[in-house]
């Protein structure tokens, strides 16, 4: 099947697909962890646990207002408690460790965090930053890969293209992330932000991957044509470049050459990642389902939507992408 | 280049052969290095693995520095750290980590953080102790009118007591015991200490002999300052406070020069060293308040990694034999090059050395999936070539040559992208953008230098043949 001719439907599906995303995100919300908000989160492990019921009664008679208590299992296999409160000073930390462990047999914390507001607001400021940078400096990098070949659209285009895509594959796995919180009562923690800054290097790549293909095919096919002028002395030459090629054409065969190398490089990732999701650790399950998300999008995107939107682009921008006669290209 | 224009001598093959054996020699050698520290726990370069795998406290703490002249603050903090860094050692936790961190110019107000990482612990109410024990020296003056208008509320106080002793409350009593001591502040604390010794008294000046004392010593803005209060307040007696308690309130005979000072209380000699350390350790030059705990379990940290690990092998196993599947000989290759891959990593691992978090395995997994892809690519370029008749040796070559602009382009993307999150990430996305990008540094070495030497290095033959040699160079569902 020919993506980039029958590239309305495939568009469509993206169009309908990222919508969809949005609404999941828009309605169910994101849950987010602790190391955002701040707080505290601490998880006391049981070899007999007591009922749900009675460690909400003790976090209360603590004084310990819009607390939440969720069932869960601890690394060793033992049934535990995860208790968020806000964040807790020293004191308050002794006296729920201590009321909480003699409520079950074999009573223990496994594991306390707390964050101090501060810092989750930091860190998610920083993130905000270090995103915007990256994406910035890609823009200008892919722009800077595609000027000067002569291409019917601006070398910008690229770029931009890249990110719109990357866009989409960000938020497919966040998407999932917000089912994730409304089914299990994940919450979007630090090891989130490194998986989707993990899916945000692989779709670019995969995205550049079949750009490159396309920057060679138009290179293979153009037909340079140079004038030469004398202005004050000094020779000048105007380079000019036609593509033997409906443009359509040639993106179209880029894409299909690229499709082996992307299915091959997904599946191996894709492996990986579902051995990580099976027999990684409890911590890491959920990182490898997001993961995995944004691979699949990543992949699916960079065949489906990259070629076919600048085809889409070109053709809104008035080239004639479907004729041979393309006009003098920038 | 073409193998066409290349003389076919035995002097050429020989030399193919030789830097193939030098690679693997060499990748054979590093992974001996690398496996040392497992065999050898001795060893002066094992892994360092973060807290959250290797189970431990992390305690940040923030610095008040909002008292203190801006261009001061990072000598003080270095002098903050020098403090808790002692008092930490004391804990007798090996391997643990001090350090500052300053929140970035993302917001507004930068703010002066301390890190403390116990590897290990995870009861942190020891160690929390341990840093908070700060004992402040202070050094008052006596108030005579302040001592006469305590000693009417504490008359007044005590016949209200009387009288109402059996109705109201008993507390009344442990409220007396704690009014303040008449003393007013001078400025004079523990912030311009410089040092504390321990002393035994001559025998003179009224004192006894032998008296164990504890000499300080003040820097030269506390000394002036120390000069100017005795001089102005000859004939006054000035309190020496530890902890808010009063120790000693010797009379002041006369001005003393010098900035130094001596402390009596009737201490024994345990006693007076140990105050005297606890100055030397003590004395904060800001005040610290904690701000986060992170406590993760030593199983749990143990449980992660090892669960880790094996779903690191497993993945990777199936990913060699997908690509041994898929592109036969050169998939085998690919596999050389991807385990050199992994021991180069381990061996910066250890050697830089970089400290492994689940973020940063987070980063060699997305580099280990770029080095899986730049071979992948090469192959697919070097499959074109082969089936339209170049042979296996020609293909490899021109495989590389025109794969060479999609590797370069997303690795440098990748690249740059670590480098700007390294730049602007909080210590977490710093371990993950490091990783991330040493591995895509040494994932391009290891598809360039290692796949191609060890590609170029298999013996050559054509699609045409249909040699057994042959099919091995094909690839996928195809012959």
């Known amino acids: ?133 990256v994406l910035l400096v890609i823009i200008l990098y892919v722009a800077y890969a595609f000027a000067g070949i002569g291409t019917p659209v601006r070398s910008w285009t690229y770029g931009g293209i890249t990110i719109l895509v990357l866009m989409h594959d960000i938020l497919i796995p966040t998407a999932v992330m917000s089912l994730l919180g409304l089914f299990l009562g994940a919450e979007i923690d630090v090891l989130f932000v490194m998986a989707l800054l993990a899916v945000l290097g692989y779709s670019v790549n995969d995205t550049i991957v079949i750009f490159d293909r396309v920057r060679e095919q138009l290179v293979a096919n153009r037909t340079e044509h140079r004038v030469e002028r004398e202005e004050a002395g000094i020779v000048m030459a105007d380079v000019t470049y036609t593509l033997d090629k409906p443009y359509t054409e040639l993106v179209a065969s880029a894409v299909s050459q690229s499709m082996a190398r992307s299915i091959n490089t997904s599946v191996t990732t894709i492996v990986s990642l579902v051995a990580l999701y099976f027999i990684g650790g409890d911590v890491t399950q959920t990182f490898a389902l997001v993961l995995l998300a944004g691979v ?35 | ?306 669960k880790g690990v094996q779903a690191g092998m497993i993945g990777f196993g199936l990913v060699i034999l997908f690509m041994m599947l898929w592109y036969r000989l050169p998939g085998l290759v690919a596999g050389v090059a991807l385990l050199s891959y992994i021991t180069i990593m381990l061996a910066l691992f250890q050697y830089i050395p970089v400290t492994l978090t689940a973020a940063g395995l987070a980063g060699f997994i997305l580099s280990l999936g770029m080095a899986v892809d730049a071979n992948v690519l090469v192959f697919e370029r070097m499959k074109e070539e082969y089936r339209a008749g170049s042979s296996s040796r020609a293909a490899a070559r021109d495989g590389f040559t025109r794969a060479w602009s999609a590797i370069r382009d997303g690795n440098i993307t990748s690249l740059l992208s670590a480098i700007i999150l390294f730049w602007f990430g909080t210590s977490l996305v710093k371990g993950f953008a490091l990783v991330f990008g040493l591995g895509v540094i040494v994932s391009m070495f290891s598809a360039l230098v290692i796949t191609r030497t060890l590609l170029v290095t298999l013996p050559d033959t054509d699609k045409k043949s249909g040699t057994l040699l042959a099919i091995l160079f094909g690839n996928g569902l195809s012959k």
């Not at chain 1, 020919?2 to 994101?30: E, H, P, S, Y």
């Not at chain 2, 261009?71 to 050692?89: K, T």
């Not at chain 2, 006596?142 to 005590?158: F, H, K, P, V």
Request: charged share 20%; aromatic share 6%; with cysteine.
């Open chain 1, 1 to 133: 099947m020919d993506i980039i001719a029958n590239r309305k439907i495939f568009l469509l599906i993206a169009a309908a697909i990222v919508v969809t995303a949005i609404g999941i995100i828009a309605t169910f919300g994101l849950r987010f962890g602790i190391d955002f908000t701040g707080g505290s989160l601490t998880e006391v492990s049981y070899e007999v646990s007591p009922d749900k019921a009675a460690v909400e009664e003790v976090v209360a008679t603590l004084g310990l207002t819009s607390a939440s208590v969720r069932e869960s299992v601890d690394e060793a296999g033992n049934d535990s408690y995860l208790i968020r409160t806000r964040d807790l000073s020293e004191s308050e930390r002794l006296e729920l460790s201590s009321a909480a462990t003699e409520l079950g047999t074999g009573g223990e914390v496994s594991r306390f965090t707390s964050i101090g507001p501060v810092i989750g607001q930091e860190l998610r400021d920083k993130a905000v930053w270090a995103i915007g940078g």
């Open chain 1, 296 to 330: 699949v999008a990543g992949t699916y995107s960079s065949i489906c939507i990259a070629s076919p939107l600048v085809v889409a682009y070109a053709k809104w921008r008035g080239v004639d992408v479907d004729s041979v006669q393309t006009t003098k290209t920038i």
């Open chain 2, 1 to 306: 280049m073409t193998e066409s224009n290349e003389p076919k001598t035995s002097t050429q093959s020989f030399l193919r052969l030789f830097r193939a054996s030098i690679v693997l020699a060499a990748i054979g050698w590093l992974a001996f290095v690398v496996y040392g520290p497992v065999i050898n726990p001795d060893s002066t370069h094992p892994f360092k693995l973060g807290l959250d795998l290797a189970g431990g406290s992390q305690l940040v703490y923030e610095a008040d520095v909002s008292q203190v002249d801006p261009a001061e603050v990072s000598e003080l903090m270095n002098v903050l750290r020098d403090v808790i860094e002692r008092r930490v050692n004391r804990l007798g936790v090996e391997e643990n980590v001090v350090y500052l961190e300053q929140s970035s110019f993302v917001t507004e107000e930068p703010i002066e953080r301390l890190v403390v990482e116990l590897p290990g612990v995870t009861d942190v109410s020891t160690a929390v102790a341990e840093i908070g024990s700060t004992p402040t020296l202070e050094f008052k003056l006596y108030d005579a009118e302040l001592d006469a208008q305590l000693q009417a509320t504490r008359e007044s106080l005590d016949s209200l007591a009387t009288t109402s002793a059996s109705t109201t409350d008993v507390e009344i009593d442990g409220e007396l015991a704690v009014v303040e001591p008449p003393f007013t502040d001078t400025g004079l604390t523990g912030r311009y200490l410089e040092s504390a010794a321990l002393e035994f008294a001559g025998g003179t000046g009224g004192q006894l002999s032998n008296e164990p004392l504890v000499s300080v010593r003040f820097t030269a803005e506390g000394g002036d300052l120390f000069e100017e209060i005795t001089r102005t307040n000859v004939g006054n007696q000035l309190g020496i406070f530890l902890d808010g308690e009063l120790l000693s309130a010797p009379n002041i005979n006369e001005a003393i020069p010098g900035g130094t000072a001596v402390i009596s209380g009737g201490f024994t000699p345990d006693e007076a060293r140990a105050l005297a350390q606890n100055l030397n350790f003590g004395a904060l030059p800001v005040p610290i308040e904690l701000q986060s705990t992170q406590t993760i379990g030593a199983s749990l940290g143990e449980e992660v990694l090892q």
